[in-house]
């Protein structure tokens, strides 16, 4: 009964017996900047595929001209580089469904559209937006369900003559069957969806564009997608897509309905969901304050899936080998910027000292840093590079933490200062000149030996008694390890600081 497909969709669904039945999609829209919860889907999807040695099919959904963007396209891709993952078709890699831009698929669109048409599964509908408004609110207040109530399904021929010499463009609207839609979801279980909860949906925009309704599930289709793992947020759109799934099937455009498996809502702030326009959802919030990508991947893992109960710390690779989206929690999870942060702060203690020097780079250099770019020293970076590695809970930080080697005079924090420089403090930090000055600088140890002899003169524990050291040198209470700090910074350097602070102390 189905007429015959165009080469093109023939071609798409002629690509043999893949190696592992699995392939997934990952389909964003480049609209605005990547957020957190599209690499939450980007993650589990790619996990996923790599799990099974699947297919990861990467596809940019830009057939919105009005509100997509090449800077958000550019950007989708960079933060899927930086983030390190891999697809196995898609822009850039190419494969045998290409394009992967739906912007250059409308001609697949348009086929298939014109095919539902054909065999029914669609028509076209007159309705203008102020008639919908009126029937839907007239539905609402008599208490009847308010979608779309079946006005143009089946027209006369003379209402449509009539129609259009009113001059009405219609749009194409799936005739959804009267029947209740059952599937199981991979994360949430058996849903049941009732037919007056899904009406009839527009896929075809009056002026010929086609909608996210009709070119998701078509691509989802011909790229022959096996498992469809997306947010939440989309769960109202899988009894539709299952309809035009059957739709298609029967047409011979589609093989076989995917699995559906939804990610639980991510919630930020005050318990609302996180949006992607707050700013704590932003990616490159996240890139610029030095967050790793393997840090950053381990968090958002964690929202709605865990490795294990006792094992909060992993890396994807531990992740891929152990992730099922059977175990993925529908509960809804919390965004919790501190223990992101926390888990950050141990991928970075995991790397290799030399990778660590390495990654800090951007934080060392303008526009970050406040030193003049010849101050900066090499060798010192080497020196403090493994003690800094210990304190950072994101590279960012790095910065502030060594300008006290390369600015030529420290950073006095004010607040730091008068914490610090109590009543006595320089008498405690006139001691520990004296002994720091025929300290050995070659060793830490003995200038922290050299610090707490000069406390215990004063009646003062270490802790006490580096404080004025550190400001005095660093200009802050807290920072990098002390003792390293000073050896690095060496002998002289340090203690013209603390004359200097002696001097402010007396002035
Ligand atoms: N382009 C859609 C989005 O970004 C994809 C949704 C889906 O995964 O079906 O929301
Ligand atoms: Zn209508």
Request: with cysteine.
């Amino acid at each position: 009964m189905a007429s015959a497909l165009s080469p093109k969709l023939s071609a798409s669904l002629e690509q043999g017996v893949p190696a592992s039945p699995v392939r997934v999609r990952f389909c964003p829209s480049p609209t605005g900047n990547p957020h957190v919860g599209l690499v939450r889907t980007a993650l589990f999807n790619w996990a996923f595929a790599r799990h099974h040695q699947g297919t990861l099919v990467f596809r940019i959904e830009d057939t919105d001209a009005a509100r997509d963007s090449e800077e958000s396209y550019d950007q989708l891709l960079d933060a899927m580089r930086w983030l390190g993952f891999d697809w196995d078709e898609g822009p850039e890699v190419g494969g045998p469904h290409a394009p992967y831009r739906q912007s250059q698929r409308m001609d697949c669109y348009a086929e298939v559209a014109g095919k539902l048409l054909d065999a029914g599964h669609a028509y076209h509908c007159y309705c203008s937006q102020e008639e919908l408004d009126t029937r839907r609110e007239a539905a609402r207040a008599a208490g009847r369900p308010s979608g779309y109530d079946g006005h143009c399904r089946d027209l006369t021929p003379a209402q449509v003559e009539e129609y259009r010499a009113q001059g009405r463009t219609p749009i194409v609207r799936f005739r959804m069957p009267d029947e209740t839609i059952t599937f199981t979801d991979l994360v949430r279980g058996e849903l049941t969806f009732t037919p007056e909860n899904v009406p009839d949906y527009g896929i075809v925009r009056a002026n010929g564009a086609p909608l996210y309704t009709l070119v998701n599930p078509v691509d989802d289709a011909l790229m022959e997608i096996t498992h469809v793992l997306r947010g939440e947020d989309l769960l109202s759109s899988t009894p539709r897509q299952i309809a035009l799934y059957k739709a298609l099937i029967e047409l011979g455009i589609a093989k076989g309905i995917p699995d559906f498996g939804h990610l639980p809502y991510v919630m930020g702030e005050g318990n609302k969901k996180l949006s992607k326009r707050d700013p704590q959802s932003s990616l490159n919030l996240y890139r610029e304050r030095g967050f790793l990508p393997e840090g950053l991947l381990n968090y958002l893992s964690l929202l709605g899936w865990s490795l294990s109960a006792d094992q909060d710390i992993f890396t994807t690779d531990e992740m891929v080998a152990a992730f099922d989206i059977a175990d993925v929690n529908p509960n809804p999870a919390r965004f919790d910027l501190k223990k992101c942060e926390a888990i950050n702060a141990d991928h970075i203690r995991l790397l290799d000292v030399k990778d660590f020097t390495e990654r800090c780079r951007p934080w060392l250099q303008a526009p970050f840093a406040p030193w003049a770019p010849e101050a900066f020293d090499e060798t010192k970076w080497q020196a403090i590079a493994p003690h800094a590695q210990t304190r950072l809970k994101v590279l960012s930080e790095i910065t502030d933490n060594v300008d006290f080697l390369f600015l030529p005079e420290p950073v006095l924090d004010e607040a730091s200062w008068a914490k610090a420089m109590k009543e006595g403090s320089d008498a405690v930090l006139r001691t520990a000149r004296e002994k720091l000055e025929p300290a050995d600088w070659a060793s830490a140890e003995s200038l922290k030996e050299a610090v707490l002899a000069a406390g215990e003169a004063h009646g003062l524990k270490l802790g006490k008694a580096q404080a004025p050291v550190r400001v005095a040198v660093t200009g802050r209470t807290v920072g990098l390890p002390l003792f390293e700090s000073l050896e690095v910074l060496g002998k002289e350097r340090t203690l013209a600081r603390i004359d200097a602070a002696l001097a402010k102390l007396t002035a």
